[in-house]
């Protein structure tokens, strides 16, 4: 059945706030919209029976505002760099991407680590 596969709702801008033009190159990623937009969503795949968790970057999650109840659901934070961060109102991190675009056998491709091993995973989704 397609409803028993997890799914991840990426949630971060597809371009990034400009300083220069005090904007948002792409006006559908202004948090006032995106949280908008992002809370529906979140909110019909709950209401659907999806098991889902939240992808997304901590400097720009804490921008949308989300629900305080979705910060239950499994969460993938991206935070290259030495350690996780966390945002707001997510967790604890399930999975985290640590590392982006490693060129490997031709192709480029991210680091992740699941704490707790894909048991954890499997669990915090649902599924296992």
Known sequence: ELF????FVDMEPRKD?????KSWPWPSDAPAVAGK?????LTRLESLGVRHGVYGARYYLPLLKLDQRFGALPFWEAA???TWHGAAPMGKPVLWQY?????VGGAAVDYNR???GVAALRRALGTG
Do not use: E, Q, S
């Open 4 to 7: 028993d596969l997890p799914v």
């Open 17 to 21: 706030y400009d300083p220069a033009t």
């Open 37 to 41: 937009v992002a809370d529906a969503y």
């Open 80 to 82: 290259y760099g030495p």
């Open 99 to 103: 590392k982006g675009n490693v060129k």
């Open 114 to 116: 699941a704490f707790g």
